[in-house]
């Protein structure tokens, strides 16, 4: 339960005067232009786009401006800003093999149709600090020395790149495209035949969800949840050990069929990066062993991200392949329900919101039960006293102190130690003086049965 907070309309107008001169900076230093971030932190807007679920550099590269670079802020911000777009229609199916790349790597075969593709890369670079960047490239990186980008006209043509993974499909030791046709994934049947697919944006998600609807999930999920789980698919949590078939980044055109016409129509192009990986099956049933696939496609430049999407999508398949859920990336209500960034931040920060009410009635809980406990151990020490006030010495040295004691008595009286001490018993009538058997024995002295030793009744 919430409260309304009074009085705190100036304190929160400061706070936004606040975080907007903090986003600006220092004003001796020129602001940074939302023209900049589009070409200058493109890996940063190429994020905020595929987690935001909008295709638009410049109001993602907007958004990071006005989230002072907090990408997750700025994910909230553009998925925020989609919920009032209109949808006018849908595009048909990507065709990524027809792709103009940009990029295009394999790590299963070194010599590939059309060969190994590097592109822009961190893979090669050293991970050291370059200084020359301090000088706005003044030093060895000057624009000058900065080769221009290749043009769509510079590109091979699609056809240059067959499939990587068709080399396997030609010999039949990889599984169809659509996966292992079930009866429960309507999906994996032909296109033309299925119903449309679930759209995640319009419709809650239910399980078990279909890999249509997983993939949805997992194009928008947060990479770092995603990277820690395809991490751990290969440390013993899954049980995978897959290879990168081939991933791909560069453009492809995206057609639509408006109402009027009877074909479809280009209406422009997206950056995507794709990532195929390559998994062994032992084989179950009527199904051979052969190697299975995980698939992961994302906006723009996203390699990292479209990597782990292909191992979570393999391992939330291992119902499908009959393999045991024993491992969190494998359990799809886990995955899917914890993978969105924005929900996930939403319900963590909800905490720094007023939660007085709450946290009153917790704290009264508490003070109840630090009573109740402190009532029950003084009422447990008050029983414990009354039941012990004449606690007998088990000690060791105080028992021979005590019969230590008992003998020099005796001799005194002069007894034996043999009679007064040995052999007391509670019934010592005729076996001490009736002076020493009351402090030895603690019980009234009997009759003597014969005369008393003399000197001992003093």
Known sequence: MYVAVKGGEKAIARAHEQLARDRRGDPAVPEIGVDQIQGQLPLAVDRVMAEGSLYDPELAALAIKQAAGDLVEAIFLLRAYRTTLPRLGSTAPLETGKMLIKRRI???FKDIPGGQVLGPTFDYTQRLLDDSLLDNGAAAGTTADIPAAATPADLPEPDAFPRVLGILD???LIEPAGGHRLENNHHDGPRDSSPPPPDLTREPLEFPAGRELRLQNLARADEGFLLALGYATQRGFGNTHPF??????????????PEELDFPVAIGAIQVTECEMINQFHGRDQIPPQF??????????????AMSMALVDRALRAAELGEPLDSPARDEEFVLYHSDNVEASGFVQHLKLPHYVDFQSELLLVRRLRAERD????????RDTGTHTNPVSTSPAADDRSIAARERRVKTAGGSSETGI???SGDCAGKCSAACCAECCGKAPGQAAAPAVEGTNR
Request: charged share 30%; net charge negative.
């Open 106 to 108: 394999s790590a299963t």
């Open 170 to 172: 030609d010999e039949g």
């Open 244 to 257: 990168a078939g081939e991933i791909r980044v560069g453009e492809v055109e995206l057609f639509c069929t």
């Open 292 to 305: 299975t696939r995980g698939y992961g496609l994302t906006f723009g430049y996203n390699e990292r991200k």
């Open 375 to 382: 009532a029950t151990a003084k009422e447990n020490r008050a």
């Open 422 to 424: 040995n052999e007391f």
